[in-house]
């Protein structure tokens, strides 16, 4: 059974902070991919990394695939408030089925 | 821009009661799936339907739980007999291709009393 495990659960920063979420496994994922959730709403899509080694920029967010393909993170620079939610990785299963695996989310709160 | 609709947003049922919980998909879409959130734990697969089948279920995914495309354009869950423990939220994700972004719905909060 394939997992993901993401850390840290919770964050509470300053605005202006940077911070770094982990997305850990075992297993090897084809591609790997970075939802934000917003309380009562669906996961929205921020990217999805498929080459080991890769990383993508979204303004101040960085996001990096392990070059294994079994790990990933989340860099925020100079959190905003706005940045406030809970992030979720999710990793793409091995059947050919589109099937997503989450980890279990990281809350992040950036007061101002 | 092209969304996933689900309804209803809020469905609260008896236990033992049978819920059918809605979904319209992005129209050219091939790949259809429900997810299920129990309140503070990690989206959990529950199945994915393609070509009008079930591709794949997860261990979840039990007798009490079936799927439908009945018309070609609403993707619908039923569970048969609910137990408490099937409170949660429910979203429903569609794809147009196997390695494809993933458009998920706004869910639908399923309270079971």
């Known amino acids: 059974t394939q997992l993901l495990e993401q850390s840290p659960q919770f964050l509470s920063i300053q605005e202006g902070e940077n911070l770094t979420v982990y997305c850990n496994s075992s297993s090897v994922f084809s591609s790997l991919q970075w939802y934000r959730q917003e309380p009562g709403e669906g996961p929205v899509l921020l990217v999805t990394?498929?080459?080991?080694?890769e990383v993508k920029k979204l303004k101040r967010l960085t996001f990096q695939f392990g070059d294994a393909r079994k790990d990933s993170s989340l860099h925020i620079t100079a959190a905003q408030p706005g940045d406030t939610g809970l992030y979720l990785c999710a990793g793409v299963g091995p059947s050919n089925t589109g099937k997503l695996i989450f980890g279990q989310g990281t809350t992040l709160q950036v007061k101002p | 821009e092209p969304e996933v609709t689900q309804t209803p947003s809020h469905q609260v049922t008896q236990m033992g009661q049978e819920v059918i919980l809605r979904c319209v998909p992005i129209?050219?879409?091939?790949?259809f799936y429900w997810y299920r959130q129990i309140l503070g734990q990690k989206v959990e697969f529950l199945v994915s339907?393609?070509?009008?089948?079930?591709?794949?279920k997860s261990e979840i995914f039990d007798d009490q739980f079936s799927v439908e495309r009945p018309d070609g354009s609403n993707f619908t869950l039923k569970i048969r007999s609910t137990k408490l423990e099937d409170s949660a939220m429910y979203f429903c994700a569609s794809i147009a291709g196997a390695r494809a972004e993933a458009f998920f719905g706004q869910g639908t909060r399923l309270t079971v009393v």
């Open positions: 990394v498929v080459t080991g080694g």
């Open positions: 339907f393609y070509n009008n089948e079930i591709s794949e």
């Open positions: 129209s050219n879409h091939l790949y």
